[in-house]
């Protein structure tokens, strides 16, 4: 890597770092009881450091009350973490799709994955299954996102080939259907006012009472899907020049599909399983990214993680506190954030297109 490319990435890090180590501080600190954040460090402390040594060098928690260790670590931190986990899973996946498909303007729902992935938490909703526990709603949303991904490419594959453009109109119309059903769904159960809005809500997207249990169901498969990402990086970057060059370069062009599409679907359905349904973020993040950085995808994968985990944090910070006490569903807040930077990518390919 060039020595501009390497101050770039620097800067870029120098920056990212420590904004996102304030957001999540000021997430924590922020709400109905607000927190110092030498209270939130010292509760962090207490709850990992053995009790010994914090005595040895003469760490006072005796004013730390049971109820500020409640909402800091029970409360909170998790939810923040959920937050960060998810947005560096989503856009970890924008950036493999969009280096997939070569297109800036594709996200991980164009292969019908994320709303594969909102029906199985439907259906854990209208059964009844999700109010026994909450193992079901995620769980049954990652079974959908893999059958969502299983059925595209049944669909899209003759010969053992898979075009891009037939697994991109396979998505397209399994997302299609996929999120009629899941419309009927809601429409049958609108009897039954409590399952019908927790149905909308949790489509809306939402990190409310999120707890440790959503945070150890997610974070295992996004660090598996990011690391596998990492590991078909050069891939990635010889099928952004075409496929026939890639197969020319030694690339299992089918095989390397395959396992990046299957990372995506993995990546999509850990992340919608306990956040709901949360657009943009795999478009905007990586899109950015790309510009700060340059199209290589061993800096453009974690740089993606990182800054979907700040994008994610700070939106679902201000769902908590634009209008409180009501929160807005998360979904809203990265929609308004996406929607004008979207339609600022289609008015720049337009132009692009047109000269």
């Given at each position: 890597?060039?020595?501009?490319?390497?101050?770039?990435?620097?800067?870029?890090?120098?920056?990212?770092?420590?904004?996102?180590?304030?957001?999540?501080?000021?997430?924590?600190?922020?709400?109905?009881?607000?927190?110092?954040?030498?209270?939130?460090?010292?509760?962090?402390?207490?709850?990992?450091?053995?009790?010994?040594?914090?005595?040895?060098?003469?760490?006072?928690?005796?004013?730390?009350?049971?109820?500020?260790?409640?909402?800091?670590?029970?409360?909170?931190?998790?939810?923040?973490?959920?937050?960060?986990?998810?947005?560096?899973?989503?856009?970890?996946?924008?950036?493999?799709?969009?280096?997939?498909?070569?297109?800036?303007?594709?996200?991980?729902?164009?292969?019908?994955?994320?709303?594969?992935?909102?029906?199985?938490?439907?259906?854990?909703?209208?059964?009844?299954?999700?109010?026994?526990?909450?193992?079901?709603?995620?769980?049954?949303?990652?079974?959908?996102?893999?059958?969502?991904?299983?059925?595209?490419?049944?669909?899209?594959?003759?010969?053992?080939?898979?075009?891009?453009?037939?697994?991109?109109?396979?998505?397209?119309?399994?997302?299609?259907?996929?999120?009629?059903?899941?419309?009927?769904?809601?429409?049958?159960?609108?009897?039954?006012?409590?399952?019908?809005?927790?149905?909308?809500?949790?489509?809306?997207?939402?990190?409310?009472?999120?707890?440790?249990?959503?945070?150890?169901?997610?974070?295992?498969?996004?660090?598996?899907?990011?690391?596998?990402?990492?590991?078909?990086?050069?891939?990635?970057?010889?099928?952004?020049?075409?496929?026939e060059t890639a197969a020319s370069l030694g690339v299992d062009v089918e095989s390397a599909k395959r396992g990046l599409a299957v990372?995506?679907?993995?990546?999509?359905?850990?992340?919608?399983?306990?956040?709901?349904?949360?657009?943009?973020?795999?478009?905007?993040?990586?899109?950015?990214?790309?510009?700060?950085?340059?199209?290589?995808?061993?800096?453009?994968?974690?740089?993606?993680?990182?800054?979907?985990?700040?994008?994610?944090?700070?939106?679902?910070?201000?769902?908590?506190?634009?209008?409180?006490?009501?929160?807005?569903?998360?979904?809203?807040?990265?929609?308004?954030?996406?929607?004008?930077?979207?339609?600022?990518?289609?008015?720049?390919?337009?132009?692009?297109?047109?000269?």
């Open positions: 890597m060039i020595p501009g490319g390497r101050l770039r990435i620097g800067l870029f890090y120098g920056v990212l770092v420590p904004a996102l180590m304030v957001a999540a501080l000021i997430a924590v600190g922020i709400g109905s009881t607000p927190l110092s954040w030498q209270t939130i460090l010292r509760v962090c402390a207490i709850k990992m450091l053995p009790q010994q040594w914090l005595a040895a060098i003469g760490f006072d928690f005796s004013d730390i009350s049971a109820t500020d260790q409640l909402v800091v670590w029970i409360i909170r931190i998790p939810r923040v973490l959920v937050a960060a986990v998810v947005g560096a899973g989503l856009g970890t996946a924008g950036a493999i799709m969009q280096g997939l498909f070569r297109n800036p303007l594709a996200e991980p729902g164009l292969m019908g994955i994320g709303p594969g992935a909102a029906l199985g938490g439907v259906l854990a909703f209208v059964t009844g299954w999700g109010a026994k526990s909450v193992l079901p709603v995620p769980m049954l949303a990652m079974a959908g996102a893999m059958a969502a991904l299983i059925l595209v490419y049944a669909m899209s594959t003759r010969g053992g080939v898979t075009p891009m453009s037939t697994l991109l109109l396979a998505g397209v119309a399994t997302g299609s259907f996929v999120s009629a059903f899941t419309s009927l769904l809601l429409t049958l159960n609108v009897a039954n006012w409590q399952v019908a809005q927790e149905v909308l809500f949790w489509m809306m997207g939402g990190l409310d009472s999120r707890t440790w249990t959503h945070f150890w169901l997610c974070a295992p498969f996004v660090g598996v899907g990011l690391c596998s990402g990492l590991y078909s990086a050069r891939d990635l970057d010889l099928l952004m020049q075409g496929e990372t995506v679907a993995i990546l999509t359905g850990a992340s919608v399983a306990v956040a709901g349904m949360v657009g943009f973020v795999g478009l905007l993040v990586p899109h950015a990214v790309r510009l700060l950085l340059g199209p290589s995808h061993r800096v453009v994968l974690p740089a993606s993680a990182m800054g979907g985990a700040l994008f994610l944090i700070v939106c679902d910070l201000a769902a908590r506190t634009i209008h409180p006490p009501v929160e807005i569903r998360l979904g809203v807040i990265t929609a308004l954030c996406g929607g004008p930077f979207f339609l600022l990518l289609l008015l720049r390919h337009y132009r692009e297109a047109s000269l």
